[in-house]
């Protein structure tokens, strides 16, 4: 894929923001948990969500559509299967989720080690830590990793770091076995309560504290029916492209899932309007706003699935930006694209800083992960002349439904491509032409 953006179009408008991605993945893996229907609405269509789904699919699971695109009914044709394909589990990092429903279900699971984004070493020893607390053992053999269990029984887990995925792995799990589990240090995402009030409808008893998780397991599970909740993440990519492009953007979204971000915009000098849906930005552009500090933290701390973002926001601030990521060790690759394009970016360990420059020229930049992406494209819609992302695996799209339409649909002017076929044909996707 090969994205073109004519810099310097302001933003104009108001977008409504599709279902989570980072909620619809373990939503998804939670249907393994029972054979009765489960229909889920607002699933967003991106790539790893389509992914998850062939995986079900291979699973024992027939996922219908039911009666909008974004709704579907996850029914069984037969019992789990123990394992997933490796070609399928190696695409994304949400797959290793799969690996405490189906033990909890069959006794038996093999998945292999994850995908997903370059970000970071991205362990598993929190997921295994959890599981081998419930009375899984497990053996890793090469790149799968075996659990087996006769009978798994409830427990009390520590999690070192706050981790998403072990929470989310380890309360799916819980959810099964009778008896209290409590999570202490647990994740706070919205995502990971969105799982636990489908949690909660399928039958087990789950409280939600600060920093902890109780979960009243259940013997039996039951079918039941769910809306995913809007993307924090996708609508906080948005607002940063009003802010570094100029203009006038409403975003139809949950604010409460954005309050770090809209303090951040506020204290950077940006006009942000929080409604009870939506968060309005007016911004006047490049350099029409002050540099500062940023810090990526687990949630509610600033996301760091919105880092990169801001980076290329701060790029072109009036000023020194300092930008801290604490949650992955490997989350600036951004930093030497936006480097190509002009900007004064210096790293040091899990620590950028940023000098503001006038302005970024366009130029060809490659997006190493989803959001690296997204960075590459808001930067090219405040650049001046062409800039061209090239997303050869096509990250952005595993994370945005449609980024550059919905830009479009804004005011940006953004090509599409096939990148192989970049001399003959172009798929115009709104924009010039
Ligand atoms: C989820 O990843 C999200 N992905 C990520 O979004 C997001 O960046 C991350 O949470 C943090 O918010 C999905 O939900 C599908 P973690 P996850 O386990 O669960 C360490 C995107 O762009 N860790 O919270 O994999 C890990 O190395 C993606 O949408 C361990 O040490 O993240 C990292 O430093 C990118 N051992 C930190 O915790 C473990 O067993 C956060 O990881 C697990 C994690």
């Known amino acids: 894929m090969k994205l073109t953006i004519y810099g310097g179009r302001r933003l104009f408008g108001d977008l409504t923001v599709d279902g989570a991605k980072n909620a619809a993945l373990p939503l998804l893996a939670a249907t393994l948990l029972t054979d009765d229907d489960i229909s889920l609405q607002n699933i967003p269509d991106v790539g790893d969500v389509r992914t998850m789904i062939q995986i079900l699919e291979h699973l024992g699971k027939r996922v219908e559509s039911a009666h909008s695109r974004e709704s579907y009914l996850i029914r069984t044709v037969e019992p789990p299967l123990s394992s997933a394909p490796e070609h399928l589990v190696r695409r994304l990092r949400a797959s290793f989720c799969l690996l405490g429903p189906l ?109 902890r998780l109780i979960i009243e397991g259940a013997p039996r599970l039951q079918g039941t029916s769910h809306r995913v909740i809007p993307d924090r993440i996708t609508a906080g990519t948005f607002l940063i492209a009003g802010a570094i492009a100029g203009g006038d953007v409403t975003v139809h979204c949950q604010p409460l899932h954005l309050e770090a971000l809209m303090s951040k915009l506020d204290e950077l000098g940006f006009e942000i309007q929080e409604h009870v849906e939506s968060i309005r930005i007016v911004s006047e552009g490049p350099g029409s706003y ?117 830009l479009n649909r804004l005011g940006a002017d953004i090509i599409v491509e096939e990148e192989e076929k970049a001399s003959e044909e172009k798929e115009v996707v709104g924009g010039r032409g």
């Open 103 to 211: 033990v909890a279900r069959t006794g038996l699971a093999q998945i292999s080690l994850p995908g997903g984004c370059p970000i970071g070493v991205r362990p598993v020893d929190l997921h295994l830590k959890g599981l081998r607390a419930l009375g899984a053992q497990i053996e890793s053999l090469g790149n799968l990793f075996q659990a087996q269990t006769h009978k798994l029984h409830p427990a009390e887990i520590y999690l070192d770091f706050p981790s998403v995925g072990a929470t989310e792995q380890i309360m799916m799990t819980a959810a099964l076995i009778p008896g209290r589990t409590v999570i202490s240090n647990a994740a706070q995402d919205p995502e990971v309560h969105d799982l636990a009030r489908l949690l909660i409808k399928m039958g087990a008893g789950i409280m939600i504290e600060p920093g």
């Open 290 to 406: 002050n540099g500062g500090r940023v810090e990526a933290r687990p949630y509610p701390g600033f996301a760091t699935d919105l880092q990169p973002q801001m980076m290329a926001l701060l790029a072109l601030a009036r000023g020194t930006t300092t930008i801290k990521e604490t949650v992955w060790e490997n989350r600036f690759s951004q930093a030497a694209e936006l480097a190509q394009m002009g900007a004064q970016i210096r790293i040091d360990g899990s620590t950028a800083t940023i000098e503001g420059v006038e302005y970024l020229r366009g130029t060809e930049v490659r997006g190493s992960d989803t959001r690296a992406g997204a960075a590459l494209v808001l930067a090219g819609l405040a650049a001046q002349g062409l800039t061209t992302v090239l997303d050869s695996e096509e990250h952005i799209a595993r994370g945005y439904a449609d980024l550059p339409g919905e």
